[in-house]
């Protein structure tokens, strides 16, 4: 299912069926972005929270690092870091983990590092920044597989995600099926719309006839 979301749907369109059955509010903010243009990440969210802390305790990775290990094949991990610019979360280590685990990619809405060896290796993340700190002693993960809110959206585990160069959405389980069918109708309706506005028709003609715009 998620292989053929990503090469068939793209965010803008997922976001319209979500408002016109009333979730208007799961569209990430727009400090999200792909740290490359080509990064398309879908898949089930497994959600991560972290707080800032101001010491160095005595075991800082342990649930870090039982977060990433606990990573099912198409998951997208997604981490509430509370909007902190004081640590990256996220960086190379972390992504080959992930991907090795099965993961489809990562969204964040802090900082994330080691972003050259990251688009190298094609792993897709999103995140807030770029800032070349560790998380020790300035932030601790909490909790995971618990509901958060990621750049201005609540994403539960098992919501799926979906991010491309326009930002992230977030579809909540219980209505995918409702939207993806109704996403890949209305992507099929602006292919054929697309068509007649390069032939010429005027956009008014268009939207009347196919309803897409």
């Known amino acids: 299912m998620f292989d053929f979301m990503k090469e068939k749907l ?44 101001y010491q160095v305790t005595s075991d800082p990775y342990r649930m870090e690092i039982e977060s990433v290990d606990s990573l099912k094949p198409n998951d997208v991990l997604v981490a509430c870091t509370n909007n902190s610019t004081r640590t990256c979360f996220w960086g190379e280590l972390l992504s080959t983990a992930a991907r090795a685990r099965g993961a489809r990619g ?76 109704k996403a890949i109708e209305k992507a099929t309706g602006e292919n054929v719309a697309r068509s007649e506005l390069q032939k010429g028709a005027f956009l008014r003609d268009v939207y009347a006839k196919y309803g897409v715009l």
């Open 10 to 53: 793209y965010a803008s369109v997922i976001s319209d069926v979500l408002d016109r059955l009333g979730y208007r509010n799961q569209a990430m903010n727009a400090e999200i972005r792909p740290i490359y243009p080509e990064a398309v990440a879908v898949g089930r969210a497994m959600t991560v929270l972290t707080v800032d802390v």
């Open 106 to 181: 990562a969204v964040i809405d802090g900082y994330t590092r080691d972003v050259k060896r990251i688009i190298q290796m094609g792993f897709p993340v999103f995140a807030a920044g770029i800032r070349p700190i560790d998380s020790m002693g300035r932030s601790l993960v909490v909790g995971y597989n618990v509901p958060i809110v990621c750049g201005e959206v609540c994403v539960r585990p098992g919501d799926i995600v979906f991010g491309d160069i326009d930002g992230v959405v977030v579809v909540p389980h219980e209505v995918e099926n409702e939207v993806i069918p």
